[in-house]
Nanobody
Framework: QVQVVDSGGGLVQAGGSLRLSCAAS????????MGWFRQAPAKGREFVAA????????YYTDSVKGRFTISRGNAKNTVYLQMNSLKPEDTAVYYC????????????????WGQGTQVTVSS
């Protein structure tokens, strides 16, 4: 069994920063590709950023390029999302995703999900 725990959300003013953290634990015998998705009220879950198993390949949705940075931690199967210059439209529940084989850029087929962490950006 694999558990994914994401954290770090909160309330911040527009222009501010937050850092989200995620760790996959349990029967994680290999390194997972990991990513972040978000879901705003009354909207579907959308891709935000992802990182390959090696950490060499990074992926971002256009709306966060230049503002968000995804990175792997020193501990195996940990990942961070540094969010700068936050905007009210970034308000959503952010979910960490972990996959054994495929870099998670779409929701379908993702092996494991975190429980979500709320990010609220006030104007």
């Amino acid at each position: 069994q694999v558990q994914v725990v994401d954290s770090g959300g909160g309330l911040v003013q527009a222009g501010g920063s937050l850092r989200l953290s995620c760790a996959a634990s349990g029967r994680t015998f290999s390194t997972y590709a990991m990513g972040w998705f978000r879901q705003a009220p009354a909207k579907g879950r959308e891709f935000v950023a992802a990182i390959s198993r090696s950490g060499d390949s990074l992926y971002y949705t256009d709306s966060v390029k230049g503002r968000f940075t995804i990175s792997r931690g020193n501990a195996k199967n940990t990942v961070y999302l540094q969010m700068n210059s936050l905007k009210p439209e970034d308000t959503a529940v952010y979910y960490c995703a972990a996959d054994r084989l495929v870099v998670p850029t779409i929701t379908r087929g993702v092996n494991y999900w975190g429980q979500g962490t709320q990010v609220t950006v006030s104007s």
